[in-house]
């Protein structure tokens, strides 16, 4: 098993490694977190293993512990076995750690050879236990996460959760039964109805029509597995203010991507509702709950660092992040990537870098944004079979962009000129 540590707050300002012939101890001291960094983001696409070798962190648990431990204590703590990730020694079993920075590692004698001089406390809760480096989760949001504790989950696989498993709905006839029964449930007409999960190659066509069959009162929102697509029944779209004059204002290519009389929006046609839909399925009432909760769940499946690139750009959905994942004492730090699909969109090119920049102040404690880093999207989703395909699709459907060709070039030769290493959202053979 891992036992999990929590990180501090400290940063990192030197790095290096000593190697004593006899001992073999390895001395870790102080890891240059801003390389540190950048040398994991730049990994986010490779293998999970091949990040953990360059982001080595042993987590400890330090919740409930009896030891106050002041910045300059040395806590030595012992386990059956210590995975080290090191190939030239895989395992030790000694590790001391002094704040949030590992300074030893060897054998318990060796250690104490090595730190001779020093005031040591031993700590062995872990003698009959595993200790492994933290898990890094290198491609996660916070807020599409914790639609597992917002929405009602209908999906075509079986989610275990902490306090509940929901099983899968395998098919159209099952998928409709379970979403009638969930909605009579419903107590409040007043209150939006989201299900999450919704899958058409399993669970058949749905629209709007569907939808408001099922009821024509309560608001229902369906939000696709992907959550790249939403259906509304017709009391949804009354109660966010969606009708066809909000459509005939928006770009050609949102436009495109909308069917109001199916009350179906898709990849950039969500551009136009997002904002409305967001601000209620994410109230603090309902988000900060589900944050604690995914905190819990993210700690208890082994992370110490989470990674979100190309987060959605929302002022309130970041104050509520700060609020929980930002707290010190969250037992992982993360780490955003602005969406440059924001900037490029909404501002003229020579304010882009000036205006993503800004972003960066805005996350803080145990999360940040990564200096200098974006991420730019080309097509539409694998799960809704809107990614481009060179090809095309035997049923004759086509893919979607999430950024128009011409934008995305010009998105990306800004963000190329001021040195930004240029992260990219793409599926499809097309969309290369």
């Given at each position: 098993m891992h036992e999990l540590g929590r990180n501090r707050k400290n940063h990192i300002k030197?790095?290096?490694?000593?190697?004593l012939d006899k001992a073999q101890v390895r001395l870790y001291g102080s890891f240059f977190l801003s390389q540190l960094r950048d040398r994991l983001m730049s990994k986010l696409t490779n293998s999970l293993l091949t990040a953990l070798v360059y982001f080595f962190t042993i987590l400890i648990v330090f919740t409930n512990s009896t030891i106050a431990q002041e910045p300059g204590d040395i806590i030595v703590y012992t386990a059956r076995e210590i995975v080290t990730l090191d190939e030239d020694?895989?395992?030790?079993?000694?590790?001391?750690?002094?704040?949030?920075?590992?300074?030893?590692?060897?054998t318990l004698n060796e250690v104490h050879q090595f730190l001779a001089d020093r005031s040591l406390t031993i700590d062995s809760r872990f003698n009959d236990l595993v200790i492994i480096p933290g898990l890094i989760n290198q491609h996660e949001h916070a807020w599409l996460a914790s639609l597992l504790f917002i929405a009602n989950i209908l999906s075509i696989e079986d989610w275990v959760l902490p306090d509940k498993t929901v099983s899968r709905a395998p098919d159209e006839s099952e998928y409709r039964q379970r979403l009638r029964s969930l909605v009579q449930q419903h107590a409040d007409s007043n209150q939006v109805f989201y299900t999450w999960g919704y899958h058409q190659l399993f669970h058949g066509e749905l629209s709007r029509a569907d939808l408001d069959a099922i009821s024509n009162t309560i608001p229902i929102v369906v939000l696709q597995r992907s959550i790249h697509e939403q259906i509304h029944n017709s009391a949804a779209l009354e109660f966010f203010g969606i009708d066809q004059s909000l459509i005939d204002n928006a770009p050609q290519s949102v436009r495109n991507q909308t069917n109001?009389?199916?009350?179906?929006?898709?990849?950039?046609?969500?551009?136009l509702i997002i904002p409305r839909v967001f601000a209620d399925l994410f109230h603090p009432e309902r988000y900060l709950p589900a944050l604690e909760?995914?905190?819990?769940?993210?700690?208890?499946?082994?992370?110490?660092?989470?990674?979100?690139p190309g987060g959605i750009v929302s002022p309130s959905l970041i104050t509520a992040q700060n609020q929980v994942l930002g707290d010190e004492n969250t037992p992982f730090r993360m780490y955003y990537i602005a969406d440059g699909?924001?900037?490029?969109?909404?501002?003229?090119?020579?304010e882009v870098i000036s205006e993503t920049e800004k972003l960066y102040a805005t996350a803080q404690g145990m999360t940040e944004f990564i200096?200098?880093?974006?991420?730019l999207f080309a097509d539409g989703a694998?799960?809704?079979?809107?990614?481009?395909?060179?090809?095309?699709?035997?049923?004759?459907?086509?893919?979607?962009?999430?950024?128009?060709?011409?934008?995305?070039a010009s998105a990306f030769q800004i963000y190329w000129d001021a040195g930004y290493q240029i992260h990219v959202h793409q599926n499809g053979d097309a969309g290369l």
């Open positions: 030197e790095q290096f490694i000593v190697k020694r895989p395992l030790v079993e000694a590790i001391a750690v002094q704040g949030d920075r590992i300074i030893a590692t060897g109001l009389a199916e009350g179906h929006f898709w990849e950039q046609g969500q551009s909760q995914l905190e819990k769940y993210w700690h208890s499946a082994g992370t110490t660092l989470v990674a979100e699909r924001s900037f490029i969109s909404n501002n003229s090119p020579t200096p200098k880093q974006v991420k694998m799960f809704s079979q809107l990614m481009q395909m060179s090809e095309g699709y035997l049923d004759g459907h086509h893919g979607e962009w999430l950024m128009e060709p011409e934008l995305f």
